[in-house]
């Protein structure tokens, strides 16, 4: 019977030998966590799915207070942020992910919205302060400042009027009142319309055709604005609580609306609906939690509105895939309430701000059939 031989000198590692049509460097990730170099030969290989330097990157250090609203531009080349710190952050979306700009001399209160341009270099943003402001974002300065509403402005959004290319700025306050305003460098200070309410208003957004406003507001209910008549035309029901904030769907068929009822809705705002009262997706899964934040969920655009996400307070961020209703993603990493989603508009990327003051930015599997 033969003699084993000597064990291995104490120390060895446990060498895995790459491949020769192995992976690019930036889909391989290194298992094992020890600071030995020679412990860290076991690779895993990542599947990626977007042109990101990493899988998930944290945006952080620019902010001093919640982060209220983030969003991507139009081009998904750049992120803004707005927060309770009376800052706005600009960041690049791809590496470097710099923080390239913060102004920080625009509004005297917290800013609870921020929307990019659809056609200039322009930032509009909404603040505690009551006013609406208008940056230029290649000079950092403010251009406009419009004292637009008596009370604390929840939120804005922005379309193009008609044939004449106007941009027109929506906003809704806790003064009951939703506002139009004329958007881009110059414009007047009165409102173009005032549609009143009766009760603050929690969250707005235009239609895709631009003729219609959904102001979302604390009777629980969504009312429906036909700009061109000044008139409420009919309301969507099915909360049981406040809506935080409304998204329209990339088709325009859909809206999305969570609640402080920890319940998500989609309702099908399309002229002729199946559905008499014209809920399409009752979502769960996404705590809205006691601290009463107005949560700012988005539409995935890379797959033309096949998912949608909300942030909670259980520091998550919920995708769910609209048409089965399921939860895909329940995705981790914030230290507190997840307060704004937003997609990419051409990957499939998500960027999530929250209350522990940090931006993360992550890739998701892309769509089956996008």
């Given at each position: ?5 000597a ?24 298992i094992?966590?020890?600071n ?77 919205d ?42 804005l ?14 906003t ?28 603050p ?19 629980n ?15 969507l ?19 999305l609306?969570?609640s ?38 988005a ?14 307070a ?15 993603y ?41």
């Amino acid at each position: 019977m033969s003699k084993r031989g000597a064990s291995p000198p104490p120390g060895g590692a446990l060498i895995k030998r790459a491949r020769s049509g192995s992976p690019a460097p930036n889909t391989q990730i290194a298992i094992s966590s020890s600071n030995d170099e020679r412990q860290q030969a076991l690779i895993r290989t990542v599947k990626r799915t977007s042109s990101l330097e990493a899988p998930i990157i944290s945006l952080s250090g620019s902010h001093g207070a919640e982060i209220l609203s983030c969003r991507f531009d139009p081009s998904g080349q750049n992120i803004a942020a707005c927060s309770a710190d009376r800052a706005v952050s600009l960041w690049r979306t791809y590496s470097p992910n710099t923080n390239y700009g913060l102004i920080s001399n625009i509004h005297k209160a917290p800013i609870l919205d921020l929307q990019w341009s659809l056609t200039s270099q322009l930032m509009y943003t909404a603040s505690a302060d009551h006013t609406l402001a208008v940056t230029d974002l290649t000079t950092g300065q403010r251009v406009r400042k419009l004292h637009a509403h008596r009370g604390i402005i929840n939120s804005l959004d922005r379309t193009l009027a008609g044939g004449a290319g106007v941009e027109l700025v929506a906003t809704g306050g806790d003064d009951g009142t939703v506002r139009v305003w004329e958007g881009g460098y110059e414009g007047p200070k009165q409102p173009v319309s005032v549609f009143e309410l009766g009760c603050p208003v929690t969250a707005v957004c235009w239609s895709a055709d631009g003729t219609s406003i959904y102001a979302g507001a604390l009777d629980n209910e969504i009312h429906v604005i036909d700009f061109r008549k000044n008139e409420q035309v009919y309301s969507l029901m099915g909360h049981t609580d406040t809506p935080t904030s409304l998204s329209l769907s990339p088709n325009g068929h859909y809206l999305l609306s969570p609640s402080l009822s920890s319940q998500t809705v989609i309702h099908d705002v399309r002229p002729f609906s199946p559905s008499p009262n014209r809920v399409h997706r009752v979502l769960m899964g996404a705590p809205a939690g006691f601290e009463h934040t107005l949560l700012r969920g988005a539409w995935s655009k890379d797959d033309g509105g096949r998912r949608v996400g909300v942030g909670g307070a259980d520091r998550t961020v919920c995708i769910w895939d609209v048409e089965s209703a399921k939860v895909l993603y329940k995705l981790p990493g914030h230290k507190g309430t997840v307060t704004a989603v937003d997609f990419h508009p051409k990957e499939p990327i998500v960027v999530t701000g929250s209350k522990d003051t940090t931006m993360l930015l992550g890739e998701i599997e892309p769509s089956i059939g996008a």
